[in-house]
């Protein structure tokens, strides 16, 4: 909770507000809002809330939400977060941790035998990489296949109509990357 102090008073001062307006703008007095700074005292989730409108900002970035990615960026494999598994079978896994700022969106798609990517990878502004580290893909690029073996990678625009699709018995992984981050 000590962070939180720091990152109140940071914004505080790079707004160039005095301790007394900001307490008066949440609506508590200056010497509860100097302990909160302090860490003497930890506000309520609605006094939070209030701190943050006053600041411009968000209770996430308040609490450092957006941090993990500068003091963390690591992911262990069994760290690795589930996001959504598609009617055939593939699943989408985040390699990265959340935050707003991401340029990139890095993800781990499993796809079970003849399983594929529909509703889990679709057309939109930007660019994709798709490097395969196990088993075998056919992607369907604009109506165009290609076959992506282990150790082979792809690179295109997002916006043209793709798929990509097991085509072995076992299951397929392939890490994928997209830019700007839309899922």
């Known amino acids: 909770m000590k962070r939180l102090g720091e ?24 010497s509860a809002l100097s302990q909160i700074e302090k860490a003497k005292a930890f506000p309520s989730i609605l006094t939070l809330k209030n701190i943050a409108d006053s600041l411009n900002t968000t209770v996430g970035e308040l609490i450092g939400e957006n941090e993990t990615l500068l003091n963390q960026p690591l992911i262990k494999n069994d760290e690795k977060k589930f996001v959504k598994k598609n009617e055939s079978g593939t699943k989408l896994y985040l390699l990265s941790h959340h935050d707003p700022h991401k340029q990139m969106e890095t993800y781990e798609l499993e796809f079970a ?71």
């Open 113 to 183: 035998p003849g399983s594929d990517s529909k509703g889990i990878m679709t057309a939109h502004p930007g660019q994709e990489f798709c490097h395969v580290t196990e088993g075998k893909l056919a992607i369907l690029l604009d109506g165009k296949p290609y076959i992506l073996e282990t150790g082979d990678s792809f690179y295109f625009n997002s916006n043209i109509t793709h798929n990509a699709q097991n085509i072995i018995e076992g299951t397929t992984r392939a890490v994928w990357v997209v830019t700007p981050p839309n899922i």
């Open 7 to 30: 990152r109140i008073r940071r914004k505080r001062e790079a707004l160039h507000l005095k301790l007394n307006d900001l307490s008066k703008k949440v609506g508590i007095s200056s």
